[in-house]
């Protein structure tokens, strides 16, 4: 949702605390300083938590870094893994503390834009801090109005599929792992399908999420 730090004060009784820890990474938000919904792709691996396979805490970012960096543009977080296994929605950031980022790498828009980022605290997330997972399918929503998971569509038969999906995912990195298989530079799901599909035949792994 789209609320100030006074406006989230108000509604909630609880004041809009910048983590100490962030500072390095920007600055607070002013009292009348709105801050949108965010949205964070935290890895096809990283979405086990949030989709009930990994009985690990789950958090925004990889475990073990201080922090994790947002976005409010949707669109930037459905990589092609998000696209299968879904994204998370943060409807009320201000919750955890974030700052404007100050980043040396920003990502960039549809249009060519550079998109403002806001630096979060990686702490494991808990039901009161309002992040929910979404699926591709949800987003052309009205973010601004939305607060909690209860204002969205049903999405169980969504997430029954992303789910599947991802266990698909895991067990197909599970078969590489055990053929001996070198780790490919970066996510498996972001690799083109030529160079998986190439992976999985030179190491004689059926494919199970990766397209024949």
């Known amino acids: 949702m789209l609320e100030t ?7 909630t009784g609880k004041a809009y605390r ?5 500072k390095a ?8 300083e709105a801050l949108r919904t965010q949205f964070r792709f935290p890895g096809a ?3 086990a938590s949030f989709l009930g396979l990994d009985a690990s805490p789950p958090t925004l970012g990889p ?3 201080e922090h994790a960096w947002l976005t409010d543009q949707i669109e930037h977080s459905f990589s092609n893994g998000a696209r299968h296994v879904g994204t998370l929605a943060v409807l009320q950031p201000l919750r955890f503390g974030p700052l404007r980022g100050e980043y ?14 806001w630096a979060f605290p990686n702490r494991p997330v808990t039901p009161d801090d309002a992040v929910v997972w979404i699926p591709a399918t949800l987003s052309d929503l009205p973010w601004d109005f939305i607060a909690d998971a209860s204002d969205l569509p049903d999405v169980s038969t969504e997430r029954d599929e992303a789910t ?15 053929a001996g298989a070198v780790p490919v530079a970066g996510a498996w799901s972001e690799i083109s399908l030529e160079t ?11 494919p199970v999420w990766t397209p024949r």
């Not at 910048?18 to 962030?22: E, G």
């Not at 991802?166 to 055990?178: N, P, T």
């Open 63 to 65: 475990v073990g870094q």
């Open 196 to 206: 998986r599909q190439a992976t999985l035949e030179r190491h004689r792994v059926p």
């Open 45 to 47: 691996c990283g979405m």
């Open 5 to 11: 730090p006074q406006q989230f004060e108000r509604r």
């Open 164 to 178: 599947e999906q991802l266990r698909r995912y895991r067990e197909e990195l599970s078969a590489l792992k055990g």
């Open 25 to 32: 990474f920007g600055r607070p938000l002013k009292g009348d």
């Open 18 to 22: 910048p983590d100490p820890a962030l």
């Open 104 to 117: 040396d790498r920003p990502p960039i828009g549809k249009n060519g834009e550079t998109l403002p980022v």
